[in-house]
Nanobody
């Protein structure tokens, strides 16, 4: 069965760091583009980082320079290294896998990240 399982969330102080992981199974990970979305209370879900199957990356302006997305195809895992966290980063973070042709995508259940002093 297809699974995307996020881990690594938690409570951190402003200026701190977290590393999120998303373990994928049940599909051909190497063919999929992977991404991280986040959704803060009362706000829309936002794509913050994408890593394509060829390794190219894209970041939302709000996290560029602070967050780094990476993937380990041998382990079917995508990561999000988050540095210099601030309270505005507080949200549920979701892992996403997407295929262009044929069109398909999968979602993880999300992991809570709270940045607070």
């Amino acid at each position: 069965q297809v699974q995307l399982v996020e881990s690594g969330g938690g409570l951190v102080q402003p200026g701190g760091s977290l590393r999120l992981s998303c373990a994928a199974s049940g599909f051909n990970f190497n063919f999929y583009h992977m991404g991280w979305y986040r959704q803060a209370p009362g706000k829309e879900r936002l794509l913050i980082a994408r890593i394509m199957s060829d390794g190219s990356t894209l970041y939302d302006e709000s996290v560029k320079g602070r967050f780094t997305i990476s993937r380990d195809n041998a382990k079917n895992t995508v990561f999000l290294q988050m540095n210099s966290l601030n309270p505005e980063d507080t949200a549920v973070y979701y892992c996403n896998a997407i295929l262009a042709s044929p069109a398909n995508q999968y979602w993880g259940q999300g992991t809570q990240v709270t940045v607070s002093s």
